[in-house]
């Protein structure tokens, strides 16, 4: 494990986390020896683990986790089944698949504790994917009961809106959207990310602060007010361990923190913490 990984040596948030807290983004990177990163890459991160991820949350004081693919890995999805499959009443994953994959490939996914597929749509990974992809994909995960995961920039909400309006079935925004909090919560892409939320099958995960605000990262907490207050049951909360492509550096016990700034409804915060995750992926 890399020094940067090395959870024993940070502190432990002064916001304690409720029972069964859910990291529900958060990600696992190799080994490489073990499970190598794809040859498409567009970035290489250093390894981490599960060991480091399970290292991370017992520090935090999380439960459970969503283990979301990341583009690093294309859709080789071993690194998170096999976190999955270490503790899977704990775990549940999000998987990147393409048109390759054989109604029998997506339901080992579904054994393994898959419930979604992730889709990227952020430039500097690559921009959109093939749209013929993308709705054929729509297409077969929607019997199993899966959910779509948006990987946005801000720039593209609107623009996106019509067909994420058609989508039949349900589909979570990353990160707030990559908002820019400097723009603060009454910006057009913030209003946009807002009248996505009046549709039954939208969820939004309120984390990513640490990319879309600098450090001490307060300027996302408006926004992050804003998407809670206007989806109560159908927003989550995640860590983003290790913060791939983040230049800047994080300890997660300062995200955690900066949950209370969040809400002063401890309500709020065992639905966006336990009840939503639970609600979403079958904890």
């Known amino acids: 494990m890399s020094a940067s990984h090395d959870q024993a040596a940070k502190r432990r948030p002064a916001f304690k986390l409720p029972p069964n807290a859910t990291d529900a983004h958060c990600h696992v990177f190799g080994p490489a020896a073990v499970f190598p990163y794809s040859p498409k890459r567009s970035y290489t991160p250093t390894d981490a683990p599960k060991e480091a991820l399970a290292a991370l949350h017992d520090r935090l004081g999380i439960g459970r986790a969503v283990i979301v693919q990341a583009s690093c890995h294309g ?35 579904h054994d393994g504790g898959v419930r979604g597929a992730r889709f990227n749509f952020v430039r500097h990974l690559g921009g959109a994917p093939d749209m013929d992809v993308f709705r054929h994909v729509i297409d077969r995960i929607t019997p199993l009961g899966w959910h779509v995961v948006l990987h946005l920039d801000a720039v593209d909400i609107a623009p996106l809106a019509e067909m994420i309006r058609a989508l039949p079935l349900p589909f979570v925004i990353d990160h707030m959207g990559r908002v820019d909090s400097s723009l603060g919560p009454d910006q057009p892409a913030v209003k946009s990310l807002l009248q996505l939320a009046r549709l039954p099958g939208c969820w939004i995960k309120v984390c990513g602060a640490e990319r879309i605000s600098k450090p001490p990262f307060a300027a996302a907490v408006p926004i992050a007010s804003a998407i809670m207050a206007a989806l109560p049951e159908r927003t989550m909360w995640g860590t983003d361990f290790p913060h791939p492509n983040l230049k800047v550096p994080v300890d997660e016990a300062d995200l955690v923190d900066l949950l209370r700034d969040y809400s002063s409804d401890s309500a709020q915060f065992n639905r966006l913490l336990i009840d939503n995750p639970a609600r979403l992926y079958g904890f």
Do not use: H, K, W
């Open 75 to 109: 859709t080789d999805n071993r690194a998170m089944l096999d976190c999955i499959a270490s503790d899977p009443e704990r775990f549940r994953g999000v998987a990147i698949v393409d048109d390759g994959f054989t109604d029998r490939d997506l339901q080992t996914l």
